[in-house]
T-cell receptor, first 105, second 116 residues
Framework: QKEVEQDPGPLSVPEGAIVSLNCTYS??????FMWYRQYSRKGPELLMY????GNKEDGRFTAQVDKSSKYISLFIRDSQPSDSATYLC?????FGQGTELSVKP | AAGVIQSPRHLIKEKRETATLKCYPI?????VYWYQQGPGQDPQFLIS???????DKGSIPDRFSAQQFSDYHSELNMSSLELGDSALYFC???????????????FGPGTRLTVL
């Protein structure tokens, strides 16, 4: 079992939809959780960074950590075609498989 | 703002050859991480350096070695290349106040290595 599990998708939504991306992790000691966005043939770009449990909001993006269930989420509101990319959850140096998101105009 | 620089951007080698990938971190960043990302795969952590010392080791094969130099740039040396080494190799850098565990990483554009 991988330490960080993520549904690879692909996930296709219409423009303006709310997108929910999720990961689970196995080690309850993990404290630092990241979400990266990766466009094709580019390096991952850090989107959000949270510590321990709770929510963190940045514009249209909200990151949520539920340590009791070892579940982390990224919500994208009012999704745009430019949000089409692969989204990777990470716990410092351990990455999930990435979810490929496509937002259709 | 300056970003992480990697060179070369593309590299083609034959089996059993050697390759050297270079990474220049963001100015004042003292920690460098190397990742390998195969097609459709997540980035796999290889190795990291903090203040020129190895700080963490992941799934780096014995055929690979890396170091960080006095100017904080890092090189990943790959020998006896195999077909399975074909991948994107990313370098990331951070300002490591604690040696890496909590530091925000900024990724470079990657080097695409193709082994024929």
């Amino acid at each position: 079992q991988k330490e960080v599990e993520q549904d690879p998708g692909p996930l296709s939504v219409p423009e303006g939809a709310i997108v929910s991306l999720n990961c689970t992790y196995s080690n309850s000691a993990f404290q630092y959780f990241m979400w990266y966005r990766q466009y094709s043939r580019k390096g991952p770009e850090l989107l959000m960074y949270t510590y321990s449990s709770g929510n963190k909001e940045d514009g249209r993006f909200t990151a949520q950590v539920d340590k009791s269930s070892k579940y982390i989420s990224l919500f994208i509101r009012d999704s745009q075609p430019s949000d089409s990319a692969t989204y990777l959850c990470a716990i410092v140096i351990i990455f999930g498989q990435g979810t490929e998101l496509s937002v259709k105009p | 703002a300056a970003g992480v620089i990697q060179s070369p951007r593309h590299l083609i080698k034959e089996k059993r050859e050697t390759a050297t990938l270079k990474c220049y971190p963001i100015p004042r960043h003292d920690t460098v991480y190397w990742y390998q990302q195969g097609p459709g795969q997540d980035p796999q952590f290889l190795i990291s350096f903090y203040e020129k010392m190895q700080s963490d080791k992941g799934s780096i094969p014995d055929r690979f070695s890396a170091q960080q130099f006095s100017d904080y740039h890092s090189e990943l040396n790959m020998s006896s290349l195999e077909l399975g080494d074909s991948a994107l190799y990313f370098c990331a850098s951070s300002f490591g106040t604690s040696g890496g565990i909590t530091d925000t990483q900024y990724f470079g554009p990657g080097t695409r290595l193709t082994v024929l």
